[in-house]
């Protein structure tokens, strides 16, 4: 008689919802149940998990579960930087009654996830070397700014976490350093994330109009105030009714592309760039123009390198949760 495949719990904690998701711990990781929960309406990860538990019927015990969530783990807690949340990894197994359970940084549960993509997923900005293999970085501009890297072994690739969104940001011209003279009256000291994220996206329009770069037309300014703001200014630099918001994108964009080489160049990225996050598939056509490209490769000598690098955009809203599973299916191998 066959053995039947264990069962895993997976969940992604990144942007404003929580998905979570069981899966059967075999190769195929197929699905058998899964939900979303707005977070803001919750006051935990355990309390999501236990109302999704309690809704579903399991033929056989949980084994493991992982969860992605925004955040580093310190000391094995890990602060939930999208909802002020604190999460005591070592707590888990108990409130869940889940014997193994994980908690990865969100970026880093999507750079594991991209070993679960078909070709489908992906859409390439740049082709690069065919033949490149090595280390991969994944930059992901969203409600924040992630980024992760995974390391290649020689085997396989292991991802590992970092918070470089929360690294200085570097003007690369003139306009970009009188936005970073404009930022750092209100923010004091000027993140990445600070330009690349929705919230930046933001901040580049109203340096723009503030500093007379650009009009102001009535009916952006009133779609904002009901609207997220950074989607009615992709939405109307997308189809040209707002030249403000056109020179927004293509600044946002800019400097995109600069710090998508910068982690290329800081993780050796030979085996591929990943854009991933809610940002990047939502301005694909905007992405595919010179722009970004020019921006990615402007590093002198090593321009070169930085041509050979693939580029690929992750269009896979699911990654993070696919990722989270996968490392769940890795701490069951690894126990036995």
């Known amino acids: 008689m066959n053995e039947v495949p264990p069962l895993i719990l997976a969940g992604d904690l990144g942007g404003t919802n929580f998905r ?18 707005r977070s803001s309406d919750h006051s935990s990860v355990e309390e999501m998990v236990r109302l999704f538990l309690d809704g579903i019927s399991l033929e056989t015990p949980l084994m493991a579960a992982s969860f992605g969530v925004p955040g580093p783990n310190v000391g094995g807690v890990v602060k939930a930087s999208n909802l002020g949340w604190s999460i005591q990894i070592n707590a888990l197994p108990k409130l869940l009654a889940i014997p193994r359970v994980s908690v990865l940084n969100d970026l880093e549960s999507t750079a594991y996830g991209l070993s679960a993509l078909r070709e489908s997923d992906l859409a390439t900005l740049q082709v690069g070397s065919i033949t490149s293999v090595g280390n991969q970085c994944v930059i992901a501009p969203g409600t924040g700014l992630g980024e992760a890297g995974l390391f290649w072994d020689g085997h396989r690739h292991t991802p590992w976490a970092c918070e470089g969104g929360h690294a200085d940001f570097a003007p690369t011209d003139e306009l970009q350093h009188d936005l970073l003279t404009y ?16 919230m930046g996206i933001t901040n580049i329009y109203r340096f723009l109009r503030d500093t007379g770069r650009g009009d102001e037309k009535t009916e952006v300014a009133e779609s ?12 109307h630099a997308a189809d040209g009714s707002c030249p403000l918001c056109q020179k927004t994108m293509d600044l946002f964009v800019q400097a995109l592309g600069a710090e998508c080489s910068n982690m290329a160049l800081k993780t050796m990225a030979t085996g591929g760039v990943f854009l991933g996050g809610g940002i990047p598939p939502k301005i694909i056509d905007l992405l595919r123009r010179p722009l970004f490209l020019e921006s990615f490769l402007d590093k002198g000598r090593l321009r070169p390198l930085l041509e050979t690098l693939p580029i690929k955009v992750v269009l896979n809203d699911e990654t993070a949760l696919l990722g989270a599973a996968r490392n769940a299916f890795r701490i069951l191998e690894n126990a036995g």
């Open 224 to 235: 904002m105030q009901r609207e997220d703001a950074a989607a009615v200014i992709d939405r």
């Open 183 to 198: 930022l750092r009256r209100e923010y004091g000291r000027v993140s990445f994330e600070r330009v690349v994220s929705g």
């Open 20 to 37: 979570v998701a069981v899966f059967r711990g075999d190769h195929e990781m197929s699905r058998v149940h899964s939900a979303k929960f």
